[in-house]
Each structure stands twice: as C-alpha cells, then as structure tokens.
C-alpha cells in the first residue's frame, strides 16, 4: 500500500504551499499534542469500561416480591451465589421514591421481607448482589419522576443502601416508549456515575433491553441511542432472549432465534456506538452484549427453552466472548410439582419442564466467573455484628434472645448468637444453631447476621379497644377477635373457658392462634384508612 503525498495529488490543481522549519515543527508539536490527548481521552474511556466489564460473568434475576418468596440467600447450586435482585420501580404514591415492586419502600422490604438481612446471609457465603430497576409490570422510576436531581439521589439511594457496584435497568413497554424518560434517565445516571467515580469507586451499568430474532427493535436503539448521548458509560445491553412471539422465524428453535438476535444485537451495537463517535472492536462489543433467556416454558405457549438450548447457548456465549449470561429466573430453577396441571399460565415458581436434578443456573453458568465486577460488594465488619463474642445483647437485637424455657410459635423470629432465626414450626428447647446434617432435623431457619445498629423492632398490636378482652365465661365463634395481655387472638372454632395461654405451649390444639404481624399490620392499614374516611 501507498500514500500519495497530497501536495502532489492530482486532486490538487494548485501547488500546496510548503512549511517553513518554524512553522513545521510548531505543527509537529500541536499534531502531537492532539494525538496524545485523544489517546489519553481514549486510555479514559477503555479503562472506566475495561473496570466495569472485564470478566464475563453469570447472575440470575430474582424476583424479591413474588409469592412464594424465594430464599435466595441459600442458594441450592453455587451458581445461584450471584443474584440480581427484582425490580425497584417507582412508588405509586410518591413519584421519585425507590419501591420493591410498588409494594415496599426499602424500609418495608428490611422490616417485612428480612430483605438486608438476606442480603448480609448471601454475602457471608461470598455471593454478589445487583438490582435491577424497571421491568413489565410497573414503572421504572424514570418515568414518573421528572426531576433529574431526585431522580439521581433515587438511584443513588439504592446503590447506596445495598453497596453496590453494578446495577441493571431492564426497561419494558412505556419506559422504552417514553423519549422524555429516556433523557431523564441518562442525565440521572451520568451524574450518579460521576458522583461514584469521585468517591474512588466504579459503577457498572447495564441496559436489560426485549429483542426479536433481528435484534434490538426500534424504541430500544432510540434509548440506547439517547442512554450515550447521555453520556453514560454503558457496561453493556443484555438482550431478552425470549417471547420472541411473531418475530419468531417459521421452523427457528429458541436457541437458533436467540444467537440470532445476539448476533444482530452486538452488530447495532457497534454502530450506535460508532454514531456516537466511539469505536469498538468486534471483541469489545460482544464483551458488552448480555444474554438472559426466560428458562424453561416462555409466555408463548409454542416457545420452550430447553436445558439442551441452554447448553448450547453457554458454548455460544463462551466462543464469542459475551460479557454477561443472565437468566429468568432463579425463582423458576426447579421443575413443576405434580399439583401445577397447567402451563396456559407459567408459573413464577417452576420452570414448566421436566428438569429432574438438574438446573438451568449451573448449565448456563458453567466457566463464568462467580462476580459480577472487580469490586464486588461484599458484608463489612461495619455492617454485620462481630462474630468474635457470641453473647447477644437485647438491646442491640431486633428479636427476643432465645431461651430454652421459651415455646415458639411457627413465625417466631429470635436472636442467637448474632444470628436471625425464624422457627419453622412449634419448638422448645431446641438449640437454634444446633448441627444437624439435613435441614428437616431442625424447626429453625437461618435468615442472615444481626446488623449494625439494629435495636429491638417493635412488634405490632391493634389500638386498644379494637377488640375486647377474654373473658373465660364466655363462648366465642370460629373467627372471632379477642385481646389477651395485648395480643390479638383468633379463634379457630367453637370455644370457651379455654385460654389463648394455651396457644403457645400447645398450638394444635389449643382453639386459639395468635394474629400474624401481617395480619395486624393489614387491620391498622384499614382502621386508618376508615378513619381517614370519618
């Protein structure tokens, strides 16, 4: 190859006029100097994203508020340790507040799902934890929430609240369709990014997007578009390898629609990166591309994901350097029980497939590495009580100590030895920590660490007078409310002269069950809305 010398190009009808020794080495200097501070601004960029996606890494998503709830702060394979956690979207009530599920505030979550605690557990036994924001069914934050700086300081909360070093916005329906959110968003999630970065810490940022078998549709190039022109540092896209429903290609499996649409994917990446006047090799490219399949039976009846399609998108993944596999969900992992007689609904429970002992987190997870970022999150001595003095003060623990005399109803949650426990049914006198080799063999299930300062949670009641006192002369009808040393009762039938005591030390059969803390908490919600209304 040659290059023509431009003041003899044949291009050029006028002769170029020639530097002098001054003025040549004046533009050496200033040619220089441009080409330093664009590789120095380039050296910037790669390595901010090199921090932030180095490493291929698998983590499954977890829905945090489905029923049953998933425990998984005990994960049943090692590759359910890396979760991303499900969905944090704006509140109902309060536009710019960080919600579970629209359902609890982060607050709510700690108090009502053990969420922190959780958390603590999985990170005791060196998981990783993510959150994702958005998702199908409720509104991802930025689209309610008009204000750039609150819109920040909300995901900044989140991040902050779980020490986070990788976060996840899968965005869905109205948030892809909202050009006004997609602009918000992006300033919000500059600024957190700088903010991150000025405290010495990085923030890995991935966009959970749909996809067809040709790729990303319209209205996820026009946020992705708008998420770099925002000048976010974009970790990578994790295409949603499923429901491909109409877009599915006559006589197309599952898995050959979604190498597909990864292929097409990584291709529009790089050029709306390339548009935004970046460019990426084809390996820095597919090191940004993500794959999360919804495992097992999909929303459309005639799609199923099969553990062999799983396999295979793992050699996929491992041969064109993915940064990222992912999976919907966690929750799903296990095949339906004998009671499930239908998948026309897919259950957000079981998979829908014969799976036998096998799971789709191992099969997928197989040779990626078990975090999600070089600085991965992890539980801190400021964070978890000091396991060194197992004596347990109750006026740092959120629950009664246990003691051996004590009866525990089913629900009970105690304190021992800096631990949270929670019986799983009727028990007295058996050791919380006791070891035993199966997990049946004990009536207490670990929920995670006592955190640091933590003090002792109020248990709930009614305000007095919602319901009378017992009295042993008089006969109550099944579902009936009494108060007995200001606990709420329920009969469960028939009863009288038979004292709500009983409950405790016999709770079969005694006639008495004491309210859940769920229970009281709905009754307050409805006195306090019928006051409201008065």
């Known amino acids: 190859m040659s290059i023509i010398n431009p003041a003899h190009s044949p291009e050029s009808p006028n002769p170029v006029r020639r530097l002098s020794i001054l003025r040549l080495f004046i533009a050496i200097l200033v040619t220089a100097a441009l080409v330093v501070g664009g590789f120095v601004g380039w050296q910037a960029y790669s390595a901010s994203a090199d921090r932030t996606t180095k490493g291929a890494w698998f ?10 709830t998933f425990a998984f702060e005990t994960p049943a394979t090692a590759a359910g340790k890396q979760v991303v956690l499900s969905f944090i979207v704006s509140s109902p009530s309060s536009a710019c507040t960080p919600t579970w599920g629209a359902a609890y505030t982060m607050d709510e979550a700690s108090s009502s799902l053990d969420l922190d605690r959780r958390i603590a557990r999985l990170q005791q036994q060196g998981g990783d934890v993510s959150v994702s924001f958005g998702g199908l069914d409720n509104d991802e ?17 989140v991040i902050t609240r779980y020490h986070l070093s990788t976060i996840d916005l899968d965005l869905e329906g109205t948030a892809l369709d909202n050009s006004a959110a997609n602009v918000r968003r992006a300033e919000a999630l500059a600024l957190v990014q700088k903010e991150q970065r000025a405290a010495g810490k990085s923030l890995a940022i991935w966009l959970t997007l749909p996809v067809t078998q040709a790729g990303l549709a319209v209205n996820g190039q026009d946020t992705l578009r708008a998420t770099l022109a925002g000048k976010v540092d974009i ?14 290609t006559k006589g197309s499996s599952m898995l050959t629609a979604s190498e597909d649409a990864l292929s097409a994917t990584e291709r529009q990446l790089g ?19 993500g794959a999360t399949p919804m495992i097992g ?6 799609e199923v994901f099969t553990l ?40 957000n429970s079981c998979s829908g497939v014969a799976q036998g002992s096998s799971h789709y987190s191992t099969t997928l997870a197989a040779g990626f590495k078990a975090t999600m970022s070089a600085n991965a999150s992890s539980v801190t001595k400021s964070e978890v009580v000091s396991q060194k003095s197992l004596k347990d003060n109750p006026k740092t623990s959120p629950y009664p100590i246990w003691a051996t005399d004590n009866s525990y109803l089913q629900g009970t949650k105690i304190v021992w030895h800096h631990n949270v426990y929670e019986a799983k049914w009727w028990t007295q006198g058996d050791i919380p920590d006791n070891p035993v080799l199966n997990s049946w063999q004990t009536p207490w299930q670990l929920i995670g660490p006592v955190l640091k300062g933590e003090k002792p949670i109020v248990q709930p009641t009614v305000p007095a007078g919602t319901y009378g006192k017992w009295n042993g002369t008089t006969a109550y009808n099944v579902g009936e409310r009494v108060i007995f040393e200001g606990i709420p009762f329920q009969a469960k039938w028939w009863t009288q002269g038979q004292s709500p005591a009983a409950a405790s030390a016999n709770p079969d059969s005694s006639p008495w069950a004491p309210l859940t803390v769920a229970q009281i908490n709905a009754i307050n919600v409805a006195l306090a809305k019928k006051a409201a209304t008065e």
Not at 59 to 68: E, F, I, K, Q, S
Not at 144 to 151: A, E, F, P, R
Not at 317 to 338: E, F, P
């Open 235 to 248: 970790a990578g896209v994790n295409a949603m390898t499923m429901d491909y429903g109409a877009s599915l």
């Open 297 to 302: 039976q999909n929303d459309d009846k005639g």
């Open 308 to 347: 062999a399609d799983a396999a295979k998108l793992n050699t996929f993944a491992h041969s064109h350097g993915v940064g990222r596999v992912s999976m919907w969900s966690l929750n799903r992992d296990i095949s339906c029980g004998s009671n499930y007689t239908t998948l026309t609904v897919v259950s």
């Open 59 to 68: 983590a499954g998503y977890v829905d945090v508020t489905a029923t049953p």
């Open 141 to 157: 934050l930025a689209v309610n929430c008009t204000s750039v700086t609150q819109l920040a300081a909300a995901y900044s909360a």
């Open 271 to 289: 050029i709306l990166y390339t548009a935004a006047h970046i460019t990426l090799n084809q390996s820095t490219l597919w090191s940004k591309i």
